[in-house]
Antibody
Framework: EVQLVESGGGLVQPGGSLRLSCVAS????????MNWVRQAPGKGLVWVSR????????GYADAVKGRFTTSRDNAKNTLYLQMNSLRAEDAAVYYC????????WGQGTLVTVSS | QSALTQPPSASGSPGQSVTISCTGT?????????VSWYQQHPGKAPKLMIY???KRPSGVPDRFSGSKSANTASLTVSGLQVEDEADYYC??????????FGGGTKLTVL
Protein backbone atom coordinates (compact mmCIF):
# COMPACT_ATOMS: atom_id res chain seq x y z
CA GLU A 1 0.00 0.00 0.00
CA VAL A 2 1.31 3.42 -0.97
CA GLN A 3 1.81 5.64 2.05
CA LEU A 4 2.92 9.26 2.01
CA VAL A 5 3.32 11.02 5.34
CA GLU A 6 3.97 14.75 5.37
CA SER A 7 5.39 16.66 8.32
CA GLY A 8 7.02 19.96 9.15
CA GLY A 9 4.04 22.26 8.90
CA GLY A 10 3.25 24.85 11.52
CA LEU A 11 2.99 28.53 12.27
CA VAL A 12 5.61 30.83 10.76
CA GLN A 13 5.87 34.61 10.50
CA PRO A 14 5.80 36.37 7.13
CA GLY A 15 9.28 36.32 5.67
CA GLY A 16 10.19 33.18 7.57
CA SER A 17 11.20 29.71 6.42
CA LEU A 18 9.93 26.20 6.85
CA ARG A 19 10.98 22.80 5.54
CA LEU A 20 8.39 20.16 4.81
CA SER A 21 9.17 16.46 4.60
CA CYS A 22 7.29 13.58 3.02
CA VAL A 23 8.26 10.03 3.95
CA ALA A 24 7.18 7.44 1.41
CA SER A 25 6.59 3.72 1.85
CA UNK A 26 4.93 0.83 0.06
CA UNK A 27 6.53 1.48 -3.31
CA UNK A 28 9.89 2.04 -5.01
CA UNK A 29 10.28 5.73 -4.16
CA UNK A 30 13.42 6.13 -6.25
CA UNK A 31 11.52 5.19 -9.42
CA UNK A 32 8.75 7.79 -9.26
CA UNK A 33 8.10 11.42 -10.02
CA MET A 34 6.87 13.33 -6.97
CA ASN A 35 4.85 16.52 -6.57
CA TRP A 36 3.86 19.10 -4.01
CA VAL A 37 0.32 20.45 -4.25
CA ARG A 38 -1.25 22.94 -1.85
CA GLN A 39 -4.75 23.93 -0.85
CA ALA A 40 -5.58 27.07 1.07
CA PRO A 41 -8.46 26.69 3.55
CA GLY A 42 -11.74 26.57 1.64
CA LYS A 43 -9.99 27.02 -1.69
CA GLY A 44 -8.96 24.86 -4.63
CA LEU A 45 -5.92 22.75 -5.40
CA VAL A 46 -2.78 24.49 -6.64
CA TRP A 47 0.20 22.64 -8.04
CA VAL A 48 3.50 23.78 -6.48
CA SER A 49 6.37 21.65 -7.72
CA ARG A 50 7.38 18.37 -9.33
CA UNK A 51 10.59 16.40 -9.44
CA UNK A 52 11.65 13.36 -11.43
CA UNK A 53 12.94 10.16 -9.90
CA UNK A 54 16.61 11.13 -9.61
CA UNK A 55 16.11 14.82 -8.94
CA UNK A 56 17.55 16.03 -12.21
CA UNK A 57 14.31 17.61 -13.50
CA UNK A 58 12.36 20.03 -11.34
CA GLY A 59 9.43 22.27 -12.15
CA TYR A 60 7.92 25.06 -10.06
CA ALA A 61 4.79 27.12 -10.18
CA ASP A 62 5.47 30.77 -11.00
CA ALA A 63 4.10 31.81 -7.61
CA VAL A 64 6.85 29.97 -5.72
CA LYS A 65 9.78 29.98 -8.14
CA GLY A 66 12.87 31.44 -6.49
CA ARG A 67 11.45 31.03 -2.99
CA PHE A 68 10.72 27.30 -2.74
CA THR A 69 13.14 24.45 -3.39
CA THR A 70 12.20 20.83 -3.87
CA SER A 71 14.67 18.05 -3.18
CA ARG A 72 14.67 14.35 -2.43
CA ASP A 73 16.78 11.75 -0.68
CA ASN A 74 16.09 8.41 -2.32
CA ALA A 75 18.13 6.57 0.31
CA LYS A 76 15.71 7.85 2.94
CA ASN A 77 12.57 7.61 0.77
CA THR A 78 11.93 11.25 1.55
CA LEU A 79 10.80 14.29 -0.45
CA TYR A 80 11.43 17.80 0.85
CA LEU A 81 10.08 21.27 0.23
CA GLN A 82 12.19 24.14 1.52
CA MET A 83 10.04 27.24 1.73
CA ASN A 84 11.69 30.63 2.18
CA SER A 85 10.37 34.21 2.22
CA LEU A 86 6.95 32.93 3.16
CA ARG A 87 3.93 35.12 2.51
CA ALA A 88 0.40 35.10 3.85
CA GLU A 89 -0.80 33.65 0.55
CA ASP A 90 1.41 30.59 1.03
CA ALA A 91 -0.75 29.44 3.94
CA ALA A 92 -2.30 26.11 2.98
CA VAL A 93 -2.35 22.39 3.47
CA TYR A 94 0.60 21.02 1.54
CA TYR A 95 0.17 17.59 -0.02
CA CYS A 96 2.89 15.26 -1.19
CA UNK A 97 1.70 13.41 -4.31
CA UNK A 98 3.23 10.48 -6.16
CA UNK A 99 3.35 10.25 -9.92
CA UNK A 100 4.20 11.94 -13.18
CA UNK A 101 0.47 12.43 -13.26
CA UNK A 102 -0.23 13.29 -9.61
CA UNK A 103 -1.96 10.14 -8.44
CA UNK A 104 -1.43 9.05 -4.83
CA TRP A 105 -1.86 11.72 -2.16
CA GLY A 106 -0.70 12.03 1.41
CA GLN A 107 -2.95 13.51 4.08
CA GLY A 108 -1.19 16.86 4.02
CA THR A 109 0.50 19.16 6.51
CA LEU A 110 -0.85 22.59 7.42
CA VAL A 111 1.29 25.70 7.00
CA THR A 112 0.07 28.89 8.65
CA VAL A 113 1.76 32.21 7.85
CA SER A 114 0.87 34.91 10.30
CA SER A 115 2.46 37.46 12.61
CA GLN B 1 0.24 30.10 -15.63
CA SER B 2 -3.53 30.46 -15.19
CA ALA B 3 -5.84 27.96 -13.61
CA LEU B 4 -8.06 25.87 -15.83
CA THR B 5 -11.67 27.06 -15.94
CA GLN B 6 -14.41 24.91 -14.36
CA PRO B 7 -17.98 25.80 -13.47
CA PRO B 8 -18.22 26.43 -9.73
CA SER B 9 -21.16 24.12 -9.31
CA ALA B 10 -23.09 21.28 -10.93
CA SER B 11 -25.99 19.17 -9.80
CA GLY B 12 -28.14 16.20 -10.67
CA SER B 13 -30.59 13.76 -9.20
CA PRO B 14 -29.72 10.19 -8.29
CA GLY B 15 -29.53 8.07 -11.43
CA GLN B 16 -29.02 11.01 -13.74
CA SER B 17 -25.84 11.99 -15.60
CA VAL B 18 -23.87 15.18 -15.16
CA THR B 19 -20.95 16.56 -17.14
CA ILE B 20 -18.33 18.95 -15.79
CA SER B 21 -16.24 20.96 -18.22
CA CYS B 22 -12.64 22.08 -17.89
CA THR B 23 -11.31 24.71 -20.27
CA GLY B 24 -7.64 25.40 -20.75
CA THR B 25 -5.43 26.66 -23.53
CA UNK B 26 -3.20 25.40 -26.32
CA UNK B 27 -0.37 25.32 -23.78
CA UNK B 28 -1.99 22.78 -21.49
CA UNK B 29 -5.23 20.91 -22.18
CA UNK B 30 -4.99 21.42 -25.93
CA UNK B 31 -1.35 20.44 -26.12
CA UNK B 32 -1.21 17.19 -24.20
CA UNK B 33 -3.33 14.13 -23.47
CA UNK B 34 -2.41 14.41 -19.81
CA VAL B 35 -5.67 15.58 -18.32
CA SER B 36 -6.69 14.12 -15.00
CA TRP B 37 -9.70 14.49 -12.69
CA TYR B 38 -9.84 14.31 -8.91
CA GLN B 39 -12.64 13.83 -6.41
CA GLN B 40 -12.36 15.42 -2.99
CA HIS B 41 -14.76 14.89 -0.12
CA PRO B 42 -14.76 17.42 2.75
CA GLY B 43 -11.73 17.05 5.00
CA LYS B 44 -10.20 14.35 2.83
CA ALA B 45 -7.28 14.19 0.43
CA PRO B 46 -8.13 14.23 -3.28
CA LYS B 47 -8.58 10.95 -5.12
CA LEU B 48 -7.57 10.35 -8.74
CA MET B 49 -10.63 9.41 -10.80
CA ILE B 50 -9.44 9.82 -14.41
CA TYR B 51 -5.96 10.15 -15.92
CA UNK B 52 -4.66 10.66 -19.44
CA UNK B 53 -8.01 12.13 -20.47
CA UNK B 54 -10.11 8.98 -20.26
CA LYS B 55 -8.36 6.21 -18.31
CA ARG B 56 -9.72 5.01 -14.97
CA PRO B 57 -7.46 3.81 -12.15
CA SER B 58 -8.26 0.43 -10.70
CA GLY B 59 -11.25 0.63 -8.38
CA VAL B 60 -12.89 3.69 -9.93
CA PRO B 61 -16.41 2.83 -11.11
CA ASP B 62 -17.04 2.93 -14.85
CA ARG B 63 -19.76 5.48 -14.13
CA PHE B 64 -16.94 7.99 -14.34
CA SER B 65 -15.67 8.82 -17.80
CA GLY B 66 -13.50 11.50 -19.37
CA SER B 67 -13.05 13.06 -22.76
CA LYS B 68 -11.36 15.97 -24.46
CA SER B 69 -11.93 18.17 -27.48
CA ALA B 70 -9.43 20.87 -28.40
CA ASN B 71 -8.81 22.98 -25.27
CA THR B 72 -11.72 21.60 -23.26
CA ALA B 73 -11.86 18.41 -21.23
CA SER B 74 -14.97 16.91 -19.66
CA LEU B 75 -15.83 14.56 -16.83
CA THR B 76 -19.13 12.73 -17.02
CA VAL B 77 -20.65 10.97 -14.03
CA SER B 78 -23.44 8.61 -15.05
CA GLY B 79 -25.98 7.00 -12.76
CA LEU B 80 -25.35 9.59 -10.04
CA GLN B 81 -25.15 8.27 -6.52
CA VAL B 82 -25.35 10.14 -3.25
CA GLU B 83 -21.70 9.36 -2.50
CA ASP B 84 -20.65 11.15 -5.70
CA GLU B 85 -21.41 14.46 -4.00
CA ALA B 86 -17.98 16.09 -3.68
CA ASP B 87 -15.64 18.66 -5.18
CA TYR B 88 -14.11 17.74 -8.52
CA TYR B 89 -10.91 19.18 -9.93
CA CYS B 90 -9.41 18.84 -13.37
CA UNK B 91 -5.70 19.08 -13.99
CA UNK B 92 -3.40 19.13 -16.99
CA UNK B 93 0.27 18.92 -17.77
CA UNK B 94 1.44 22.26 -19.17
CA UNK B 95 4.32 23.65 -21.17
CA UNK B 96 7.45 24.11 -19.09
CA UNK B 97 7.29 21.00 -16.91
CA UNK B 98 4.29 22.22 -14.96
CA UNK B 99 0.87 21.04 -13.92
CA UNK B 100 -2.16 23.27 -13.61
CA PHE B 101 -5.42 22.63 -11.77
CA GLY B 102 -8.89 23.92 -12.34
CA GLY B 103 -10.70 25.98 -9.74
CA GLY B 104 -12.94 23.07 -8.79
CA THR B 105 -16.61 22.19 -9.23
CA LYS B 106 -18.92 21.37 -6.35
CA LEU B 107 -21.18 18.52 -7.41
CA THR B 108 -24.47 18.31 -5.56
CA VAL B 109 -26.66 15.22 -5.76
CA LEU B 110 -30.19 16.49 -5.23
Amino acid sequence: EVQLVESGGGLVQPGGSLRLSCVASGFAFSSHWMNWVRQAPGKGLVWVSRMNSNGSIIGYADAVKGRFTTSRDNAKNTLYLQMNSLRAEDAAVYYCVRGGTPADWGQGTLVTVSS
Amino acid sequence: QSALTQPPSASGSPGQSVTISCTGTSSDVGAYNYVSWYQQHPGKAPKLMIYEVSKRPSGVPDRFSGSKSANTASLTVSGLQVEDEADYYCSSYAVGNKWVFGGGTKLTVL
